[in-house]
Every structure is written in structure tokens, then in C-alpha cells.
């Protein structure tokens, strides 16, 4: 089974083929500003990067025939987790998601692709994944609900693997997956569903390296009202120049650990904050499951670093055994899926999405 993967990002685009489970070839292309600068919008970056696509293969020689083409999932409305065809009601949803993001982008070169190739087309397990229950959904407001905004594709690809690994299916396991990226999202997976999970794009849990997670109310609505700042610098604020990027000037965690390991501040004490703030998380998700939790799963590119994932253990060992899988390959968690599918392993689902969520029942 030939399988091409693509994985858009905001500033490259990356590609891989797979025969099975064999990886035979990846690439990626860089877009530099100069060159995204040219589309107002990250829907009109389509033709190229599409383009960019043909001419990726084209340079390496692989000519455009495969079985399936399975892309990352965008920000659609909320679905459950799965693997999805791409069909004509998920590209108009890609297309006008309010939330503009270049995997929105990968649905639609995925399908443009396989329309060239007569194969079908898919994404899995998109960020918008949400299984949560009403108790977890629910604020002080009620007209503020918690979203469901998460490292699916990587986590619950992690998950699998490793209750696979253990003898046991996924669904008989409860865990938590916590990623460690440029986000951080910490998720209580029970049996088989993400139960609760911060939204990790935009304002909820620990912050991480660029963004400012959640923050006391009453001060954040000061700081918007003091005239300091516009909307869009209170955006960029939570999500992108927030976290270690607003403490110390940087978001590379590598060197934060190597200044933190030598006990140099502000670095080491705004490190410790962060990691701590995991930890506490991580707390919440083993309420969540009750207590039983099966094994805490460190995932992402920061659980490298050794100083981080000591950190957050040494503040949550006494829940549950601490599994480290380091870093992310959303080519082959894409690929996994596609071929998952193909083989009658996982089910291939239609966009259907969900349009309103019930309030948690009084017991």
C-alpha cells in the first residue's frame, strides 16, 4: 500500500510516502516570509502549496500514484477522534474555519491530491478532536464553554502504541498524555476518550513556551482595558509571545535547561514554574479518571530534555508510572492511521460534526 503523508505548517510544508508501514521517502519545504507575505489570507496559500506538493514529488522522482493521501487534520468544528474522509462538507468547514491555522490546509491539498490520483482522501485525529464529558466542559460563565483544542494526532497515536506495547488495546487503558511543545496540553484518556484536556491553543492550562495559559481573570481583564494594548497584541500576548517567550526573551527550551541545570536565573525559576504548572495538571486529569490511572505518558519534543521531564516527575510520581516517549512524528502517526484504516483496523468515518453539548446530569 503506497501512502503519501502531508503535514502543513505555518512556515513549511512537509511530505512523506510510506509503502505499508515502511517509510521510503520525506521532504520539506520552508516558506519564508517574504514568500507567505504574499497571501492576505492562509486559505489563498492553497494553489501553492498544493503545487509545491506535485513539485516535491517530482523532484524526487516518485511519481504521483498511491492507494490513499492522508493529511493533518485543521481546526473544523468539534469531532470526535477518528479517521476521516475527506468529503465536500469538511472542505467548506476548512475553508471558513474562524480559526485560521495552515493545517486547515492540509484536508484540502490532501483531497486536490487525490483527485489527481482516483485514491481517497483523509485526515485523523484533527486538534478539534473532543470527547469531553458535560463536567468538564462547563465554566462559571455560561457564555464561555471550554473547548476541546489538543495534540490529538500525536497523542493519541502515542497512546495506542504504547497500550500495544503493554499488551492491551487503548481502549481498555486509562492514561495521560502529556505533550511537551511549543503548546502544552495535558489529556485524561479514558478508555479510548480524551475526557478532559486543556485547550492548548488559546488561553487553558500550564503555560509553555509561547503561550500564557490560564491566567487570573480580574488582572487579564485590566491589562485589556488599560489602553496599553489592542486586541490583537492581547492575542499575540496568550498565544505566541506568552510563557517563556514573555519571560525570558526565548522559546528554546534546550538552552533554557542548560542556564536552569547551572542554577542561572531568571531561567531556572521561570523553567521550574512551568514544569510545576504540568504537574498540577497532570493532577487534575488523575481526578478526572478517578484515581486510576494506568501510566503518565511524557510526549513532544521537550520531554528530550531530561532537567524537564525530572521536574515534572518529581512533583507527580505518586499517581502512576512515568512513560517518556520523546518527540512528535506526525508523518508517521498520519501514516499509522492511513494505513490503520485501509487494513480494516480502525474505522473510516464521516465529518459529521457535533453542534451543541449537553450540561452535565445532577447525580
Given at each position: 500500500m503506497?501512502?503519501?503523508v502531508?503535514?502543513p505548517?505555518s512556515?513549511?510544508?512537509?511530505?512523506?510516502?510510506?509503502?505499508?508501514?515502511?517509510?521510503?521517502?520525506k521532504?520539506?519545504?520552508?516558506?519564508?516570509?517574504?514568500?507567505?507575505?504574499?497571501?492576505?489570507?492562509v486559505?489563498?496559500?492553497?494553489?501553492m502549496?498544493?503545487?509545491?506538493?506535485?513539485?516535491?514529488?517530482?523532484?524526487?522522482?516518485?511519481?504521483?500514484?498511491?492507494?490513499?493521501?492522508?493529511?493533518?487534520?485543521?481546526?473544523?468544528?468539534?469531532?470526535p477522534?477518528?479517521?476521516y474522509?475527506?468529503?465536500?462538507?469538511?472542505?467548506?468547514?476548512?475553508?471558513?474555519?474562524?480559526?485560521?491555522?495552515?493545517?486547515?490546509?492540509?484536508?484540502?491539498?490532501?483531497?486536490?491530491?487525490?483527485d489527481?490520483?482516483?485514491?481517497p482522501?483523509?485526515?485523523a485525529?484533527?486538534?478539534?478532536?473532543?470527547e469531553?464529558?458535560?463536567?468538564?466542559r462547563?465554566?462559571?460563565?455560561?457564555?464561555?464553554?471550554?473547548m476541546?483544542?489538543?495534540?490529538?494526532?500525536?497523542t493519541?497515536?502515542?497512546?495506542?502504541?504504547?497500550?500495544?506495547?503493554?499488551g492491551?488495546r487503548?481502549e481498555?487503558m486509562?492514561l495521560?498524555?502529556v505533550?511537551?511543545?511549543g503548546?502544552?496540553s495535558?489529556?485524561?484518556h479514558?478508555?479510548g476518550?480524551?475526557?478532559?484536556?486543556?485547550?492548548?491553543?488559546?488561553?487553558?492550562g500550564?503555560?509553555?513556551p509561547?503561550?500564557?495559559?490560564?491566567?487570573?481573570?480580574?488582572?487579564?481583564?485590566?491589562?485589556?482595558?488599560?489602553?496599553?494594548?489592542?486586541r490583537?497584541?492581547?492575542?499575540?500576548m496568550l498565544?505566541?509571545e506568552?510563557?517563556l517567550?514573555a519571560?525570558?526573551?526565548?522559546?528554546d527550551?534546550?538552552?533554557?535547561?542548560?542556564?536552569?541545570?547551572?542554577?542561572?536565573?531568571?531561567?531556572?525559576?521561570?523553567?521550574?514554574?512551568?514544569?510545576?504548572?504540568v504537574?498540577?495538571?497532570?493532577g487534575?486529569?488523575?481526578v478526572?479518571?478517578?484515581?486510576?490511572?494506568?501510566a503518565?505518558?511524557?510526549?513532544?519534543?521537550?520531554?528530550?530534555?531530561?532537567?524537564?521531564t525530572?521536574g515534572?516527575?518529581?512533583?507527580?510520581?505518586?499517581?502512576?508510572?512515568?512513560?517518556?516517549?520523546a518527540?512528535?512524528d506526525?508523518?508517521?502517526?498520519?501514516?499509522?492511521?492511513?494505513?490503520?484504516?485501509?487494513?480494516g483496523?480502525?474505522?473510516?468515518?464521516?465529518?459529521a460534526p457535533a453542534?451543541?453539548?449537553?450540561?452535565?446530569?445532577?447525580?
Amino acid at each position: 500500500m503506497k501512502i503519501l503523508v502531508i503535514n502543513p505548517g505555518s512556515t513549511s510544508t512537509k511530505w512523506a510516502v510510506y509503502n505499508d508501514r515502511t517509510l521510503l521517502w520525506k521532504d520539506t519545504a520552508n516558506h519564508s516570509a517574504e514568500q507567505l507575505k504574499k497571501y492576505p489570507h492562509v486559505n489563498d496559500q492553497l494553489p501553492m502549496r498544493t503545487q509545491a506538493t506535485f513539485d516535491a514529488l517530482a523532484n524526487a522522482g516518485i511519481k504521483p500514484e498511491f492507494d490513499v493521501v492522508i493529511a493533518r487534520g485543521g481546526l473544523l468544528k468539534p469531532t470526535p477522534s477518528g479517521v476521516y474522509r475527506v468529503d465536500a462538507v469538511m472542505a467548506a468547514d476548512l475553508l471558513e474555519s474562524k480559526l485560521e491555522h495552515a493545517c486547515n490546509l492540509g484536508g484540502l491539498i490532501a483531497r486536490d491530491v487525490a483527485d489527481r490520483c482516483g485514491c481517497p482522501a483523509f485526515i485523523a485525529d484533527p486538534e478539534v478532536v473532543d470527547e469531553l464529558i458535560p463536567e468538564s466542559r462547563v465554566t462559571g460563565l455560561p457564555q464561555i464553554n471550554r473547548m476541546s483544542i489538543f495534540h490529538a494526532l500525536n497523542t493519541k497515536a502515542v497512546a495506542r502504541r504504547y497500550a500495544w506495547s503493554q499488551g492491551h488495546r487503548y481502549e481498555d487503558m486509562n492514561l495521560i498524555l502529556v505533550h511537551l511543545g511549543g503548546g502544552i496540553s495535558v489529556g485524561a484518556h479514558r478508555h479510548g476518550k480524551v475526557i478532559d484536556v486543556n485547550n492548548a491553543l488559546n488561553g487553558d492550562g500550564p503555560f509553555s513556551p509561547e503561550r500564557a495559559g490560564t491566567l487570573p481573570a480580574d488582572q487579564l481583564v485590566e491589562l485589556c482595558f488599560s489602553g496599553t494594548h489592542d486586541r490583537r497584541q492581547i492575542k499575540k500576548m496568550l498565544n505566541g509571545e506568552g510563557g517563556l517567550k514573555a519571560h525570558l526573551g526565548t522559546t528554546d527550551v534546550k538552552t533554557i535547561s542548560e542556564k536552569a541545570t547551572a542554577g542561572i536565573e531568571p531561567y531556572k525559576s521561570v523553567l521550574d514554574a512551568m514544569l510545576y504548572g504540568v504537574a498540577k495538571c497532570v493532577g487534575e486529569r488523575a481526578v478526572a479518571l478517578r484515581g486510576k490511572v494506568d501510566a503518565i505518558i511524557l510526549t513532544g519534543g521537550i520531554a528530550h530534555s531530561d532537567y524537564c521531564t525530572r521536574g515534572i516527575s518529581k512533583w507527580i510520581s505518586w499517581i502512576a508510572p512515568i512513560v517518556i516517549r520523546a518527540g512528535e512524528d506526525e508523518l508517521d502517526s498520519l501514516a499509522f492511521n492511513a494505513y490503520e484504516a485501509m487494513t480494516g483496523s480502525l474505522p473510516i468515518m464521516d465529518y459529521a460534526p457535533a453542534q451543541k453539548f449537553d450540561r452535565p446530569t445532577k447525580e
